[in-house]
């Protein structure tokens, strides 16, 4: 592993810009222009929606545009999540041979530095499931991971000093995303470090903490440096193609005859379909995935449409570029619409019949 990671802490505080920023970087570590890098950020309060989501369910777009609350789609999995200055956020970005570990792994090695930090400051935290800090029961950080061709990155959210109203006010997660917790809301399933320790704290404080955890754990020596001219030219060129539109951001606000949804491991996925007669015409996956590609649900899109809700069921179990586990996800929810367009057509049929 190289011992020298650049530190950027570049005050870009625009969700927007600070995302075409990290692909940027994550571009030009693949093509090994920028350098092992550690980026900690602030944000003015925004909306970060994962890269599989649908914005319109997860997020209260009118509510958010009539606050400035700024929501823009990020390039990893995950589901969304609301920022603000009160919190702050990291990516590590680096050539994926540097690690050896799998992503899973990684996913706990990152959480370390999380969790001494909050011993730092006299609150016990854990590591959770496949990606989450938890104090007692409830997440304090969550982390997401993207690749680039042979660039990696490695994200996190750190909960300090949140207004926690705003934040449930803005995000409307679908109630399956609670199925089998305790928890019944947003704010019953998150804390911050200030409420845990009980005492209002200075982010930055935490962050300068948080990063010298970081370079112990990882043993490697962190030097404070800038953004290239390239960097923030290519960083230039995104935001203004990508990360400036609503395209991107929000996507379109699509209706659909029948939506269902599962809950997995991995997280919420959601499948909506049109019909017409028994042949599915289109559909739309979405959902808090932190795995699967985006170009991997299109193609399960591509290969359902014109096809009956039977003989999607039977391609589904037979595609060998999915894990087991996906596919039974995939034959789950095309199940559940099969039940649900049976449903319909009884209602119909009913109300034709009384």
């Known amino acids: 592993m190289s011992a020298d990671w650049r530190l950027l802490l570049d ?4 969700a927007r810009q600070h995302f075409a920023v990290e692909e940027a970087l994550a571009r030009l570590v693949d093509a090994g222009h920028s350098p092992p890098t550690l980026r900690l950020r602030q944000v003015q309060p925004a909306v970060f929606v994962g890269v599989h989501q649908d914005t319109w369910s997860e997020v209260d777009v009118p509510y958010c545009q009539a606050h400035d609350i700024q929501i823009v789609r990020r390039m ?3 589901g969304a999540v609301y920022q ?13 041979d540097l690690f050896s570990q799998g992503e899973g792994e990684l996913y706990k090695l990152f959480a370390l530095p999380v969790i ?3 011993a730092d400051y006299g609150v016990d935290a854990h590591f959770e499931g496949r990606n989450d ?9 969550g982390s997401a991971q993207f690749s680039f061709y042979q660039a990696f990155v490695q994200s996190g959210t750190f909960l300090i000093n949140m207004n926690f109203d705003i934040m449930e006010r803005a995000l409307t997660p679908p109630a399956i995303k609670f199925t089998g917790k305790t928890t019944h809301s947003i704010r019953e399933r ?3 470090l200030s409420q845990e320790a009980q005492r209002k704290m200075e982010t930055r404080e935490v962050m300068n903490r948080f990063s010298a955890n970081v370079a112990e754990f990882l043993g490697i020596r962190l030097l404070p440096g800038e953004l290239t001219h390239e960097e923030r030219a290519l960083a230039a060129e995104l935001f203004s193609a990508k990360y400036s539109t609503d395209e991107w951001n929000l996507g379109a606000q699509l209706e659909y005859q029948v939506t269902v949804a599962d809950r997995t491991e991995q997280g919420v996925i959601s499948l909506s379909v049109d019909m017409q007669n028994s042949t599915i015409q289109q559909s739309r996956i979405t959902g808090d995935l932190l795995a699967s590609r985006r170009q991997d649900l299109d193609q399960i899109e591509l290969v359902i449409a014109g096809r ?5 069921q039977d391609m589904v179990k037979t595609m060998p570029f999915y894990s087991t586990d996906f596919r039974e996800i995939m034959g789950r929810l095309l199940f559940k619409v099969e ?3 049976t449903d319909i057509s009884s209602a119909r049929l009913k109300e034709r019949n009384p």
């Open 11 to 14: 005050d870009i505080h625009e």
């Open 76 to 78: 990893n999995g995950g």
């Open 84 to 96: 603000e200055m009160g919190s702050f956020c990291f990516s590590a970005f680096f050539r994926r």
């Open 116 to 118: 001494r930090t909050c």
């Open 133 to 141: 800090v938890l104090v007692r029961k409830r997440k304090i950080y």
């Open 190 to 192: 998150v804390t911050s």
């Open 308 to 312: 009956s809700l039977q003989e999607a």
């Open 339 to 341: 039940q649900e367009v």
